[in-house]
Structure formats: structure tokens, C-alpha cells
């Protein structure tokens, strides 16, 4: 199956619509809304996790990899959402979370129960003495990246949430499970597959972090990677003409990823990288704030574009996801230039060579929660970064904007449909606050605008599938120096595009050789093109001639 023409919606199912009152978005609450997605244009909707978890980690905390949690519906559901969006033409992809179980799944359950089989699947090591782990690695979510069993006198690896046990890759009985659950998913109809922080399951070592102490060096792109890849995916979804698989690549590598993801390389069919979206990480560091270095943006996009590019391997194109804070919020203006930067942000990234993922409420400009007190969030990251800042002697109001600036929640508030009771997310009371501004942005008001965020989408959308200079073409940057601009060229043939994007408010003036272009695209209703242009606060165009 060729993927290049292809858009992906990405829905957080719990926040997403609820159909039962329960405060919980649910699979019928999707099925509610399929006509929407397939209006906005949409080719697939990859889902968060669904199954039983005990919702430490929001689902990545599985607990049960082949049974729908309850609150989300059941297979029956499950099979209707299937049928109605094919009839759509909107094929389904799953998140499998296979670095990591919950201590609540079977496996780990056994592995406690003293099952020696089980506790072979997870990664156990004896501390260095009593009371001291095996190493210094840090979690991702704050602590000691491991915990100690009383009943093994041994401690297990959880790169995330206490709960969280990575299973051990180097026993091929788990490399054999978890290919039987993507051929479950398969059975039922599941042809995509969203792999989550995939490349940290080859272990390269268990010794001490000399440099800074989270291990990062030792977990990530290990040495059997692309092995268990390329077995996963002889084993599963290689078999499947129709699959499309995208890799969650942590702190990964250019050269990596032109494996993983490379056009013969028989592992993924693309992959997120995340370098794009530490630009405003003071010193790396996440829950430091500085304004993004919009230059070191610039250059990373054109590495990844270029690199990608010439190893004929393929990238996902994304600014929005469940772990990340609002783009438009972040590096656009939600406030006076809401829909211009947000479109701009939408144009700058659907015309790359890639496939573009739309996280929900991106198409409306969604905002940031902005949350006011710590009772508001849920995240199991935020609220432990908040005790670990208080410790740390930042004050309680320091935090909380650190927090409204980068925490995950921003991202997983409910869906604005309405200015109605919980923006018609809900009947009952929502599982986390409602973001501040849903009356004000909405679904209900994007589409009723004139200039609407949600009607730009469409047309991007359109573009990628109708347009092989989109699909193909090859990525060219320009105007590589310029302090406020981000540009670029696809050009395929005879044919070219030429897209110009201000990230500021502030007016920039760029000059091009403007002969022969027209206006294929802009978030100002009266863009003009000449050789010397002014682009005003934030706005975006896309430009298209044809050489002689």
C-alpha cells in the first residue's frame, strides 16, 4: 500500500466524546463522530490505548493488551466503529505499548507469584547492595528508575512509572507475544500500529550514567533494534499488504531512523522523532522555559527533511500529541493571532515531505488548559515534576507556569465541540477539567467562521491526497538564514512549490524571484506575490508555478 497521500487523525479516547454520561470518552462516542472526521478528510484514526489498564500512565500502563477497558466499550462496539468508518474510507490504527506492561498485567502478576517463566519476561537485576539499586538510571517520570521485590531480594527496570516493568526484548518468548497481539488486532481488523517508544527495548548495558544520570545512553537504539524490528515485523503486520507503522523513537538518531523507517529496510513505515519540540527546552532540560530557538528549529526540520530524503526512508510530520503541549500555545499566538499562526503552523508542516498527523482540536486551534491549581491535573508526570520543583525551592506560582507551559494535560482535555455544558464533551462530569476557553473555541464556532482554522485543514488535507508534488516531491530548503521565516521548496519535474512561513508577529520581509507563481494557498484572504513581499504577523502561503 502506498501511505504517501495519507493524513492521520489522532484521537485520545477518553477525551475525545462520551456517549453514556460517564465523563469518559468512549467508542461510541467516536462512532457519533465519524462523519466529522470524514468531512475534515482524514484517511485513518489512530487511537490511544483502549484496553484494561489501571490508568497510572492514561492506558500506557497496560494491563491487558487483547480486552477493551469497559469504560470505552466493547468488542461489539469496537466492530461497528470498524464497519462505519470503512465505510468512510477511515482505516484504524492501535498504539502498542510494548516496551512496558502495568505490574497489574498476568505476566508480571505470575512473575510475583514466583512463575520463574514470567519473571523472565521482565528485566531483573540484584542491587549493588541492601537498599541500593542496581544503577543510577533515572525514570523518565522523577526516582529511581527501579524498584526492589522483597520476594525476588531483586529489583525490576521501569524507565517510567513505578508501575510500568519493561519486559526483557532478549527473551524471544515475549518477542513471540507481542507479535501474537499485533496479529490479534490484525484478526479484528486493525491494519495500522503505532509502536510507543519502540526503541528502547534493545538494553545496551546496566552500568552507572557517568554524565547525568537518567541511563538514556545505555537503553536507546540499542545494539538489537533493528533485529527485534524487522522479527516484529516478518512475524505480525508484514504480512499485511494494507498495514501502516509508525515508530515512537525516543531521543533518537538520524541514522537510526533511516533504518527503521527506510524504504527496503522491512522494520517501520515511519517514525516520530521529537528533537523538533525541545527548541524551547532550556539547557534540554523540559521543565526549564525559554522561548523556542526558532533557528535550531529551522535547521533540525531541514536535517530530518534532507536526511530522510536522500535514504529514501519516510517521516511522521507532527506539532500536536498526547504528550505534548499545544502548538498553538507554544510556538504561535492563541490569543490575537489564534487562527493566523495556526494555520501557519498547519501549513508549515503539511506541505514537508512526510505524513502529517493532526492530533484532535488542532483543526479548531485549540489552546492550552492552563490550569490554576495542581487539584486540576491528572497527569502522573506533572504532578510528580510539581513535588519534585517544590523540593527543588521553586514556588507553588513558579510551578504552576511551568506547568501550563508544558505539561501533558495541556493536551488531553476534552474535545471542544459546543459553547454548551463541557463544550458537548460530556453529560456527566469530565474525567479532567475542561480547558478555560472552550465557549470562546470550539468546533460549533471554527466551522460557522468565515476564516475557519478547520476549513485550512481541509484544504491541506485535499492538497497531500490530490497533489503527487506533495506526496513526492523533493523537500528544498531556502531562505535558510532568515531570522523569522521558515521556507522551503518541493519540486517534482517541471513542477514546484514554494512555501514561505512567518513564525512572529512581527511583519518580515523576504525576497524571492516571484516570476511565474500564483497563490496556491494562504491564511490572508489578499496575498500578493512579487519579488519582494512583507509577510504580515504570522502568515503562511504556499506558492506554485510550473518550469518551462
Aim: net charge negative; aromatic share 14%.
Amino acid at each position: 500500500m502506498s501511505f504517501k497521500d495519507k493524513v492521520v487523525y489522532q484521537i485520545y479516547p477518553k477525551s475525545f466524546q462520551d456517549s453514556d454520561g460517564d465523563g469518559w470518552g468512549d467508542i461510541r462516542g467516536v462512532i457519533q463522530r465519524l462523519d466529522y472526521l470524514h468531512e475534515l478528510g482524514i484517511n485513518y484514526i489512530w487511537f490511544n490505548p483502549m484496553t484494561v489498564s489501571p490508568q497510572r500512565d492514561n492506558g500506557y500502563d497496560v494491563q491487558d493488551y487483547r480486552t477493551f477497558d469497559p469504560r470505552y466499550g466493547t468488542m461489539e462496539d469496537f466492530e461497528e466503529l470498524s464497519r462505519e468508518a470503512a465505510k468512510r474510507g477511515i482505516g484504524l490504527m492501535f498504539d502498542m505499548v510494548f516496551n512496558h506492561t502495568s505490574t497489574e498485567h498476568e505476566w508480571f502478576q505470575k512473575a510475583l507469584a514466583g512463575d520463574e517463566k514470567y519473571k523472565k519476561y521482565y528485566i531483573l537485576r540484584k542491587g549493588k547492595g541492601p537498599g541500593v539499586p542496581p544503577n543510577n538510571w533515572q525514570s523518565k517520570f522523577g526516582g529511581s528508575a527501579w524498584e526492589y521485590v522483597e520476594a525476588w531480594d531483586a529489583w525490576y527496570l521501569h524507565l517510567y512509572d513505578v508501575t510500568q516493568a519493561d519486559l526483557d526484548w532478549t527473551n524471544p518468548e515475549v518477542r513471540r507475544e507481542c507479535a501474537d497481539i499485533v496479529n490479534y488486532w490484525r484478526s479484528h481488523g486493525v491494519h495500522g500500529f503505532r509502536f510507543d517508544v519502540i526503541n528502547l527495548i534493545s538494553k545496551r548495558s546496566f552500568e552507572d550514567d557517568p554524565n547525568n544520570y537518567d541511563g538514556r545512553q545505555f537503553y536507546t537504539d540499542g545494539p538489537m533494534e533493528h533485529v527485534y524490528l524487522k522479527e516484529l515485523n516478518q512475524a505480525s503486520f508484514g504480512q499485511d499488504e494494507d498495514h501502516l507503522t509508525v515508530g515512537e523513537m525516543s531521543s533518537t538518531t538520524l541514522e537510526n531512523c533511516v533504518q527503521y523507517a527506510g524504504e527496503d529496510s522491512n522494520e517501520l513505515d515511519m517514525v516520530f522523532s521529537f528533537h523538533h519540540l525541545k527548541v524551547d527546552y532550556k539547557n534540554q532540560m523540559k521543565w526549564e522555559l525559554q522561548d523556542a530557538d526558532f533557528m535550531a528549529m529551522k535547521k533540525l526540520f531541514t536535517k530530518w527533511q534532507i536526511g530522510m530524503q536522500e535514504a529514501h526512508a519516510w517521516n511522521a510530520l507532527f506539532w500536536n500529541c498526547h504528550d505534548q503541549p499545544r502548538s498553538v500555545s507554544r510556538f504561535g499566538n492563541d490569543d490575537r493571532y489564534r487562527r493566523e499562526s495556526a494555520k501557519m503552523l498547519a501549513t508549515a508542516l503539511h506541505m514537508m515531505r512526510g505524513i502529517p498527523y493532526v492530533y484532535m482540536g488542532e483543526e479548531i486551534g485549540m489552546p492550552n488548559a492552563y490550569f490554576t491549581d495542581i487539584s486540576q491535573y491528572r497527569d502522573v508526570e506533572s504532578t510528580n515534576i510539581y513535588k519534585i520543583l517544590l523540593d527543588e525551592g521553586k514556588s507553588k506560582e513558579e510551578v504552576l507556569h511551568i506547568l501550563q507551559e508544558r505539561s501533558r494535560d495541556n493536551a488531553r482535555t476534552p474535545m471542544q465541540w459546543t459553547s454548551g455544558k463541557n463544550a458537548g464533551f460530556t453529560q456527566g462530569t469530565p474525567w479532567i477539567t475542561m480547558a478555560s476557553r472552550y465557549e470562546e473555541v470550539n468546533v460549533e464556532k471554527e466551522r460557522a467562521a468565515k476564516d475557519s482554522i478547520f476549513a485550512h485543514y481541509q484544504k491541506l488535507i485535499e492538497m497531500r491526497k490530490t497533489m503527487p508534488l506533495v506526496q513526492d516531491g523533493l523537500y528544498v530548503p531556502v531562505l535558510e538564514e532568515h531570522e523569522s521565516v521558515f521556507a522551503y521548496k518541493r519540486v517534482l519535474g517541471d513542477e514546484e512549490l514554494l512555501v514561505l512561513n512567518n513564525f512572529y508577529e512581527t511583519p518580515a520581509d523576504v525576497t524571492i524571484d516571484a516570476k511565474g507563481y500564483t497563490v496556491l494557498l494562504s491564511n490572508y484572504a489578499d496575498t500578493a506575490v512579487q519579488d519582494a513581499m512583507t509577510l504580515r504577523p504570522y502568515e503562511s502561503v504556499v506558492l506554485y508555478r510550473r518550469n518551462a
